[in-house]
């Protein structure tokens, strides 16, 4: 049917129904858990019409569940624009926002527990390279201060003077 109906003269009525066999081939895709089926027949729909809402909807939510929030987001974004008022939208806009959020805290946690045992782990194999003649560590860092003065810094605080 798909292919005798995508090679049919241009008509309204084609258009319609070539319309309506992509949207049931997405949801059968979804529904079947075929989510890639379900992406190729929402974006052959939305080449027809670009601000189908079922169109918009499917491929948004299949991309949800393929795990391609930032995807899912942008066409959430367009759909939001052409359906402000979609209730569906909007729900699985603020789904998907909250998915991306805790996908970034998880990433950050991660992050953050890496490098905290890296530098743990570095700082007990790096012996002290402070140097006292220049106020930089061998490294190119700078001294941290103990707020202290010793006694060779004195003649430099007092301008080389050696005078208190």
Known sequence: VVSYLEFEDASEKRDSLLLSVYLNLALCGSKTGDQTVCVTNCEKALDMDSTNE??????????????????????????????????????????????????????????????????????????????????????????????KIEPDQQNEVNGGSGEI
Do not use: W
């Not at 008022?85 to 890496?114: F, P, W, Y």
């Open 54 to 147: 079922k169109a918009l909807y499917r491929l948004a939510q299949a991309h949800v569940i393929l795990h391609n929030h930032e995807d899912a987001e942008e066409i959430l974004k367009r759909a939001l624009q052409a359906h402000p008022n979609s209730g569906v939208m909007l729900r699985l806009h603020r789904e998907n926002q909250a998915r991306i959020k805790q996908m970034r805290d998880t990433e950050k946690n991660m992050c953050r527990n890496i490098f905290s045992k890296l530098y743990k782990t570095s700082d007990s194999h790096i012996p002290n390279t402070q140097s006292k003649s220049n106020g930089v560590t061998e490294a190119g860092e700078p001294e941290k201060s103990n707020g």
